[in-house]
């Protein structure tokens, strides 16, 4: 009859805590220290999709809402930029009422393309402002997962200098130490895998609210283009 195999391992092989908490505890500084970072950077992942989500339908709403009154009732830059403050609409109205200003008196072509121009330089900035913090997702996304495997390399090799020392091969040794290390890589996909998610939504939201921009920019274009025309017309 073959023997208990356990009888043969040390007690605290046989005993050892599988619990996440005993694993995070037991595991080696270097793979601990791996296991924190992971742990914090998937904190501040939901921290910035919670913000970045909130930030980004609040001004998505204030934004649509100032459009369809712009269409509806405004009809000079100076009514728009009253009734469309605190949105990029207001920003627009403002460069163009500089723009018609330092341009008094030169040709309508000419203020239009300045005006486009600037326009353009105006809804990039306001753009590049919605996307802010959202460059730190892709980065949690791309290299969580390979800082986890940095801990689990470093995790196994551990175990395999404890074999040599202990001069042991049974599983039963080396298995806490794998798992410690296996643990590592378990949180650098956890903190991968929503940090991809939220950043490839948000980048969709951020494209819809450029288009609001687009939008915005167009329709200020156009009131300045008629303006001009009306003003310059026989």
Same mark, same amino acid.
């Given at each position: 009859? $073959?023997?208990?195999?356990?009888?043969?391992?040390?007690?605290?092989?046989?005993?050892?805590?599988?619990?996440?908490?005993? +694993?995070?505890?037991?595991?080696?500084?270097?793979?601990?220290?791996?296991?924190?970072?992971?742990?914090?950077?998937?904190?501040?992942?939901?921290?910035?999709?919670?913000?970045?989500?909130?930030?980004? &339908?609040?001004?998505?709403?204030?934004?649509?809402?100032?459009?369809?009154?712009? &269409?509806?009732?405004?009809?000079?830059?100076? &009514?728009?930029?009253?009734?469309?403050?605190?949105?990029?609409?207001?920003?627009?109205?403002?460069?163009?009422?500089?723009?018609?200003? +330092?341009?008094?008196?030169?040709?309508?072509?000419?203020?239009?393309? @300045?005006?486009?121009?600037?326009?353009?330089?105006?809804?990039?900035?306001?753009?590049?402002?919605?996307?802010?913090?959202?460059?730190?997702?892709?980065?949690?996304?791309?290299?969580?997962?390979?800082?986890?495997?940095?801990?689990?390399?470093?995790?196994?090799?551990?175990?395999?200098?404890?074999?040599?020392?202990?001069?042991?091969?049974?599983?039963?040794?080396?298995?806490?130490?794998?798992?410690?290390?296996?643990?590592?890589?378990?949180?650098?996909?956890?903190?991968?895998?929503?940090?991809?998610?939220?950043? $490839?939504?948000?980048? &969709?939201?951020?494209?819809?609210?450029?288009?609001? +921009?687009?939008?915005?920019?167009?329709?200020?274009?156009?009131?300045?283009?008629?303006?001009?025309? @009306?003003?310059?017309?026989?």
């Amino acid at each position: 009859m $073959n023997p208990d195999s356990s009888s043969n391992l040390p007690a605290s092989a046989a005993l050892h805590d599988f619990s996440l908490w005993s +694993l995070f505890f037991n595991a080696d500084t270097i793979v601990k220290a791996v296991m924190l970072g992971l742990i914090l950077a998937s904190i501040v992942t939901w921290t910035v999709g919670l913000a970045k989500a909130l930030q980004l &339908r609040a001004a998505s709403q204030r934004l649509k809402l100032a459009l369809d009154q712009v &269409r509806r009732h405004a009809d000079t830059l100076s &009514r728009i930029e009253t009734d469309a403050a605190q949105t990029p609409l207001a920003a627009f109205a403002s460069a163009a009422l500089q723009e018609s200003a +330092l341009s008094q008196g030169l040709p309508a072509d000419g203020i239009k393309e @300045r005006l486009a121009a600037q326009l353009g330089r105006v809804e990039a900035a306001a753009g590049r402002q919605m996307n802010r913090g959202t460059g730190m997702l892709a980065t949690i996304g791309s290299t969580a997962p390979f800082v986890g495997l940095f801990g689990t390399v470093w995790g196994i090799m551990n175990s395999f200098v404890g074999i040599s020392k202990l001069q042991a091969s049974s599983f039963a040794v080396v298995a806490p130490g794998i798992a410690e290390a296996l643990l590592a890589t378990a949180l650098g996909l956890f903190a991968a895998i929503p940090a991809v998610v939220i950043y $490839n939504l948000f980048a &969709r939201a951020v494209a819809g609210y450029r288009a609001l +921009l687009a939008q915005g920019a167009t329709d200020i274009l156009n009131l300045v283009s008629r303006e001009l025309d @009306r003003s310059h017309a026989p």
